[in-house]
């Protein structure tokens, strides 16, 4: 199975820093990667598909980046609705594995 | 509105049997691949099983392998688990979620229902 690990667990950061979350995958994934915001008793909510297309709908200051095994999320300018759990997921081989998320607090 | 509704969790003992449901609105059902996807209580998201959208390709989680079975009815746009022999790991939230897929097979999850919650316990 690939394993993907996501860096850092926690994170505390401030309305308006620029925050980049890291994900590793244990071969490679070529770009089937996808990022998934989810906020407490909510479902996750997909922001990235294809490690860095915009999903419809999702603010322009989340962007992705990446291939192979190493990739990243970063959020332009933190806004308050921003702060939430997220996480990275491998589509390229069955059984789809996510990373373990990571959790973005307010500083 | 495009949504996928989750329903049929609930309470049950370990060894016992629960059947989850996911009803679909909004789009073609038939043109999608579908996933459960599974969380336990304050741990992360974990992949449970795919279906394509002609039931032709089935794949499951080492997990569940051999005790969970994934079905869909396109007539019906659902999607169903059928859960056996269930152990206390498997208590957690459910989700449905759609899956559109590129050529080669690589479908990523677009759409996530709320949930349902299944708790095993004696």
């Known amino acids: 199975d690939i394993q993907m690990t996501q860096s850092p667990s926690t994170l505390s950061a401030s309305v308006g820093d620029r925050v980049t979350i890291t994900c590793r995958a244990s071969q490679s994934i070529s770009n089937w990667l996808a990022w998934f915001q989810q906020k407490p008793g909510k479902a996750p909510a997909l922001l990235i598909y294809k490690a860095s297309r915009l999903e419809s709908g999702v603010p322009s200051r989340f962007s992705g980046s990446g291939s192979g095994t190493e990739f990243t999320l970063t959020i332009s300018s933190l806004q308050p609705d921003d702060f939430a759990t997220y996480y990275c997921q491998q ?17 | 509105e495009v ?25 073609t059902f038939s043109n999608y691949s579908m996933n459960w996807v599974r969380q336990a209580p304050g741990k992360g998201l974990e992949w449970v099983s795919s279906i394509s959208s002609s039931r032709s390709y089935i794949y499951y989680a080492d ?10 009815d396109n007539a019906k746009n659902s999607l169903y688990l059928q859960m056996n022999s269930l152990r206390a790991e498997d208590t957690a939230v459910y989700y ?27």
């Open chain 1, 91 to 107: 589509y390229y081989t069955y059984p789809y594995t996510f990373g373990q998320g990571t959790k973005l607090e307010i500083k």
């Open chain 2, 3 to 27: 949504q996928v509704v989750e329903s049929g969790g609930g309470l049950v003992k370990p060894g016992g049997s629960l059947r989850l449901s996911c009803a679909a609105s909004g789009f």
């Open chain 2, 96 to 122: 449905c979620a759609r899956a559109p897929c590129y050529s080669g097979g690589s479908c990523h999850m677009d759409v996530w229902g709320k949930g349902t919650t299944v708790t095993v316990s004696s």
């Open chain 2, 63 to 72: 997990s569940v392998k051999g005790r969970f079975t994934i079905s869909r």
